[in-house]
């Protein structure tokens, strides 16, 4: 697969003959900067791959064959029947323990989010808290935690969603991050899409624009991907959920 | 110890940590003045210094794990253990590490509390370092350095971004030191 690079696009590998995508690129307007930068005018081009039926992390392999993400697998340990029977658990905490493998993660995500005007990293608690901050700290954004109710102490706003029984809430403080800022969010994971999907609409409606989420590992079967609506979907690894 | 009193004084960028910080006046409850670091992590420059004080202190001393305490030592520890080539360790609250455990109970105000650690995250005579964002009472530090001596570790450190005055001069936690950045912030009229 050819990939389209330059250091301003987002444009990932074209359709192979196996899996159905759909390309959609859309040119950004020109944005300004939050007001702690020099105003810079920037056009973009962000081009995104929307795989509807995904055997394999086709977004991970637009560079051809990136050698990282192997090694990045592998270091992930599964753990069957936890938290309870059925489930096989994705356990990043050995990624954490590769060095090399942990670098290389943070370093996938920082070449793609580099140079893109991307000011807001939002992370989700409590994983997305080890692999958001890194990211924003190397493109220069800010890290935004999105936590669950009661822990952040100043004011918030919040959002419900579905869980298998019952809801649980998200939030984020208000003030954090300002109308027309472009974000990306970050989990360890993406299973059902519940909590990456509350996430986007928390940014939304306070006026950010959901550049891409972005997670380590997918578990396809659960359709994750398609509760994120428009927002694209980044990921590593996929992994089968039982 | 503070880091103003060890080489750092005059440093222009703990006066910009501590300016990020904002206080929530009676939360969680009456009477605390909490520390909410949040708005350090929307100044990506004064959150490059906290990090890079704790890089230029530790990466000289062969420290190989860090392990950063549930949630906000999971947003300080990554980069430093990144920049320095360590591993990193997440200490967590019951039930939320799959596989082998070990846990230890530490005092709250009112009742008790527990952290876990994976048993096998950790090798014997290992150099560690621990994490936090704040350090009060030290009892959430104390069950972590348990926690990792308890695996063979050596825990060479305890590391926080805000620390009360009290742990100034060579105060330690359970034989330990303990390194600090700033005082806690006083309120002020800014707040947004």
Same mark, same amino acid.
């Given at each position: 697969?050819? &990939? *389209?690079?330059? &250091?301003?696009?987002?444009?990932?590998?074209?359709?192979?003959?196996?899996?159905?995508?759909?390309?959609?690129?859309?040119?950004?307007? &020109?944005?300004?900067?939050?007001?702690? $930068?020099?105003?810079?005018?920037?056009?973009?081009?962000?081009?995104?791959?929307?795989?509807?039926?995904?055997?394999?992390?086709?977004?991970?392999?637009?560079?051809?064959?990136?050698?990282?993400?192997?090694?990045?697998?592998?270091?992930?340990?599964?753990?069957?029947? !936890?938290?309870?029977?059925?489930?096989?658990?994705?356990?990043?905490?050995?990624?954490?323990?590769?060095?090399?493998? !942990?670098?290389?993660?943070?370093?996938?995500?920082?070449? $793609?989010?580099?140079?893109?005007? *991307?000011?807001?990293?939002?992370?989700?608690?409590?994983?997305? !808290?080890? !692999?958001?901050?890194?990211?924003?700290?190397?493109?220069?954004?800010?890290?935004?935690?999105?936590?669950?109710?009661?822990?952040?102490?100043?004011?918030?706003?919040?959002?419900?969603?579905?869980?298998?029984?019952?809801?649980?809430?998200?939030?984020?403080?208000?003030?954090?991050?300002?109308?027309?800022?472009?974000?990306?969010? *970050?989990?360890?994971?993406?299973?059902?899409?519940?909590?990456?999907?509350?996430?986007? $609409?928390?940014?939304?409606?306070?006026?950010?624009?959901?550049?891409?989420?972005?997670?380590?590992?997918?578990?396809?079967?659960?359709?994750? $991907?398609?509760?994120?609506?428009?927002?694209?979907?980044?990921?590593?690894?996929?992994?089968?959920?039982? | 110890?503070?880091?103003?009193?060890?080489?750092?004084?005059?440093?222009?960028?703990?006066?910009?940590?501590?300016?990020?910080?904002?206080?929530?006046?009676?939360?969680?409850?009456?009477?605390?003045?909490?520390?909410?670091?949040?708005?350090?992590?929307?100044?990506?420059?004064?959150?490059?210094?906290?990090?890079?004080?704790?890089?230029?202190?530790?990466?000289?001393?062969?420290?190989?794990?860090?392990?950063? %305490?549930?949630?906000?030592?999971?947003?300080?520890?990554?980069?430093?253990?990144?920049?320095?080539?360590?591993?990193?360790?997440?200490?967590?609250?019951?039930?939320?590490?799959?596989?082998?455990?070990?846990?230890?109970?530490?005092?709250?105000?009112?009742?008790?509390?527990?952290?876990?650690?994976? %048993?096998?995250?950790?090798?014997?005579?290992?150099?560690?370092?621990?994490?936090?964002?704040? %350090?009060?009472?030290?009892?959430?530090?104390?069950?972590?350095?348990?926690?990792?001596?308890?695996?063979?570790?050596?825990? %060479?450190?305890?590391?926080?971004?805000?620390?009360?005055?009290?742990?100034?001069?060579?105060?330690?936690?359970?034989?330990?030191?303990?390194?600090?950045?700033?005082?806690?912030?006083?309120?002020?009229?800014?707040?947004?």
């Amino acid at each position: 697969m050819q &990939s *389209i690079v330059s &250091s301003h696009h987002l444009c990932l590998a074209p359709p192979s003959p196996v899996l159905r995508q759909r390309l959609l690129c859309h040119r950004i307007p &020109s944005i300004r900067l939050p007001s702690h $930068r020099s105003t810079t005018s920037l056009g973009l081009f962000t081009c995104a791959a929307v795989s509807r039926e995904s055997e394999m992390a086709a977004a991970a392999k637009e560079d051809g064959q990136d050698l990282r993400i192997p090694k990045i697998a592998s270091s992930i340990r599964v753990i069957p029947d !936890f938290p309870k029977p059925g489930i096989m658990f994705q356990d990043i905490t050995t990624l954490l323990l590769d060095t090399e493998a !942990f670098k290389d993660t943070i370093d996938i995500f920082v070449e $793609r989010y580099k140079g893109k005007g *991307i000011s807001v990293v939002a992370g989700v608690e409590a994983r997305g !808290f080890i !692999f958001g901050p890194p990211i924003a700290l190397a493109i220069g954004a800010k890290f935004v935690p999105m936590r669950k109710p009661k822990k952040l102490p100043g004011k918030v706003i919040s959002e419900e969603y579905s869980l298998e029984y019952g809801t649980d809430k998200i939030e984020m403080h208000v003030g954090a991050v300002e109308p027309g800022e472009r974000a990306i969010i *970050i989990d360890d994971l993406i299973a059902t899409g519940g909590t990456l999907a509350a996430a986007i $609409r928390l940014l939304e409606r306070v006026g950010v624009k959901i550049v891409e989420c972005a997670c380590v590992i997918e578990l396809p079967e659960l359709k994750g $991907r398609e509760k994120l609506g428009e927002a694209p979907l980044f990921i590593l690894v996929t992994s089968d959920a039982a | 110890m503070f880091a103003v009193e060890n080489g750092l004084q005059g440093d222009p960028r703990l006066q910009a940590i501590s300016d990020a910080i904002r206080v929530i006046p009676h939360f969680p409850k009456t009477g605390i003045m909490f520390q909410d670091i949040t708005t350090l992590l929307l100044d990506p420059v004064a959150f490059k210094h906290v990090v890079d004080i704790f890089v230029d202190r530790y990466k000289h001393m062969n420290i190989s794990l860090v392990a950063g %305490v549930e949630a906000r030592g999971f947003i300080f520890g990554p980069p430093i253990a990144l920049a320095i080539g360590a591993k990193f360790i997440p200490l967590r609250k019951p039930g939320k590490l799959p596989g082998r455990v070990i846990s230890e109970e530490y005092e709250l105000e009112y009742g008790n509390d527990r952290l876990e650690m994976s %048993v096998e995250a950790v090798k014997s005579h290992e150099r560690a370092l621990v994490i936090d964002d704040l %350090v009060a009472t030290g009892g959430t530090l104390s069950a972590s350095i348990n926690l990792l001596e308890r695996a063979g570790a050596e825990v %060479v450190e305890c590391a926080c971004v805000v620390g009360l005055p009290k742990f100034k001069g060579h105060c330690k936690l359970k034989g330990k030191p303990l390194y600090v950045l700033v005082e806690p912030s006083q309120l002020d009229e800014v707040t947004f």
